[in-house]
């Protein structure tokens, strides 16, 4: 498995952008596809994008954040990136990025490796 850790969460203004990173530690990362889910109080954790393996070149956003927001990876740095602009107060929660060897999911049940979590909190 690999360790997560994200970063870039914060209090932004509706409209602006932030850029969450997750960075990874262990081996093989360019194996696992990752994937942004979040959490906002009272919900369940849901998939905002994924991105595979780099074996395979697919990406999947849900609906609500399509155009908006961007999934990458730079896997010489283990980090995977989500862009996030034109943000709406909607969009506050809980942001999780998280591993699974194999292809794309968007089920959280079938990650296997999870960070610790960063706020985003979008002010109207």
């Known amino acids: 498995q690999v360790q997560l850790v994200e970063s870039g969460g914060g209090l932004v203004q509706a409209g602006g952008s932030l850029r969450l990173s997750c960075a990874a530690s262990?081996?093989?990362?360019?194996?696992?596809?990752m994937g942004w889910f979040r959490q906002a109080p009272g919900n369940e954790r849901d998939v905002v994008a994924a991105i595979s393996w780099s074996g395979h070149s697919s990406t999947y956003y849900t609906d609500s954040v399509k155009g908006r927001f961007t999934i990458s990876r730079d896997n010489a740095k283990n980090t995977v990136y989500l862009q996030m602009n034109s943000l709406k107060p909607e969009d506050t929660a809980v942001y999780y990025c998280?591993?699974?060897?194999?292809?794309?999911?968007?089920?959280?049940?079938?990650?296997?490796?999870w960070g610790q979590g960063t706020q985003v909190t979008v002010s109207s």
């Open positions: 998280a591993a699974r060897r194999g292809v794309i999911s968007t089920r959280s049940n079938e990650y296997a490796s």
């Open positions: 262990g081996r093989a990362f360019s194996i696992y596809s």
